[in-house]
C-alpha cells in the first residue's frame, strides 16, 4: 500500500494512466488492443520521465561540483592575497626602511658637521630629516596595515583595541571596544581582524557615525565578533551608494569567513545605523 501511495505521489500521471488501462478492462474486457496501446504508452512516458529525472540529477550534481570548485578557487584567491600582502609587507620593512633609515642618518650626521657654518644649509638638512620621519611612520602605517605585528605578538584582543584606538583618534569618533580573548586559528584570527579593519574604514567613509561599538566575545563553541555604528544606515531590500562599501567588504572577506566555516550577517535600516556580525568556531580546548 505505501509503495502505491508513493508512486501516487511521485509519478501521478503514470497512476492515471495506469487507473484508465484498469478502467478499460473492466467495462471492456474484448478491447485487449485498447489495453496493450495503453500499456505501450504508459511505458514510453515512463522511459520519458526516467531520462528527464536522469537528466536533471546530473544537471543538479554538475551545479554542485561547478559551486564547489569556485567556493575553493575564490578561497584560494584570497588566501594568495593575503601571501602577497605579506611578501609586499616584508619587502617594505626590510628594504625601503633599511634606506629611508639610512638616508636619515646621513642628513643627521651631515647636519652636525655643518653645525651653525651653514645656516641656509642646517635648515634644508633639518627639513629633509623631518620629511624622512614622516615617511618612515607612513611605511610602518602601512606595513602594519599589510601584515599585522600585533596580531602574532599580542593576540587578537589587544590588536582590536589598537585598531579601536587608532581609528578613534584620528577620526573624533567615540568607539567603544570590548573584546575577550577568544580560541581561534592563526587565518581566522585573520579574518576577524579583516573584517573589523573594512567595517571602521567603511564607517568613516560612509556612515557619518559619531559612536562605533566594537566587541569580541566567546559564546560556547563560537566566538562573536560584532561592530555596530550610529550612523546613516542604508535599506539592505534595496542596496544604494552608500551601501556598496559595506556589500563590497561583504564580497572581500565572506570568502575568508565561509573558509573557516563561519557566518556573516549585515542588518541595516536608514537612519538606524548598521550591524555587522560574525560567528566563527573556536578550537577545542586542549
Not at 615617511?135 to 599580542?154: C, F, K, M, Q, Y
Not at 560612509?206 to 563553541?221: D, E, F, K, M
Amino acid at each position: 500500500m505505501k509503495f502505491f501511495i508513493k508512486l501516487l505521489q511521485r509519478q501521478p500521471i503514470v497512476c492515471l494512466l495506469a487507473g484508465l488501462a484498469l478502467l478499460c478492462l473492466l467495462l471492456a474486457p474484448w478491447a485487449w488492443l485498447q489495453l496493450a496501446a495503453l500499456g505501450l504508452l504508459l511505458l514510453l512516458l515512463y522511459q520519458s520521465l526516467a531520462r528527464q529525472q536522469a537528466a536533471h540529477d546530473s544537471l543538479h550534481l554538475m551545479v554542485a561540483e561547478r559551486t564547489a570548485e569556485l567556493i575553493d578557487l575564490a578561497q584560494h584567491l584570497q588566501w594568495a592575497r593575503e601571501d602577497e600582502r605579506q611578501r609586499l609587507a616584508r619587502d617594505l620593512h626590510d628594504e625601503l626602511g633599511a634606506l629611508l633609515t639610512s638616508a636619515k642618518l646621513d642628513a643627521a650626521r651631515i647636519r652636525s658637521r655643518l653645525g651653525g657654518s651653514a645656516p641656509e644649509a642646517s635648515e634644508r638638512l633639518a627639513h629633509l630629516v623631518q620629511s624622512l620621519d614622516e615617511v618612515i611612520a607612513l611605511t610602518r602605517r602601512i606595513v602594519e596595515d599589510l601584515l599585522p605585528s600585533a596580531l602574532g605578538n599580542l593576540g587578537l584582543p589587544a590588536t582590536l583595541e589598537i585598531l579601536a584606538q587608532e581609528f578613534a583618534a584620528r577620526s573624533n569618533v567615540t568607539v567603544h571596544c570590548s573584546v575577550a580573548p577568544v580560541r581561534l586559528s592563526p587565518r581566522a584570527e585573520l579574518a576577524v581582524y579583516r573584517l573589523v579593519q573594512e567595517a571602521i574604514n567603511n564607517i568613516s567613509k560612509y556612515a557619518a557615525a559619531r559612536q562605533v561599538w566594537i566587541t569580541l566575545a566567546s559564546q560556547g563553541t563560537q566566538a562573536q565578533v560584532s561592530v555596530r555604528d550610529d550612523g546613516r544606515g542604508f535599506d539592505s531590500a534595496h542596496p544604494g551608494g552608500t551601501s556598496r562599501g559595506l556589500l563590497g567588504m561583504r564580497y572581500r572577506v565572506e570568502d575568508r569567513v565561509e573558509a573557516e566555516q563561519g557566518r556573516l550577517r549585515i542588518r541595516s535600516a536608514p537612519g538606524q545605523g548598521t550591524l555587522i556580525e560574525l560567528s566563527l568556531p573556536q578550537l577545542a580546548e586542549t
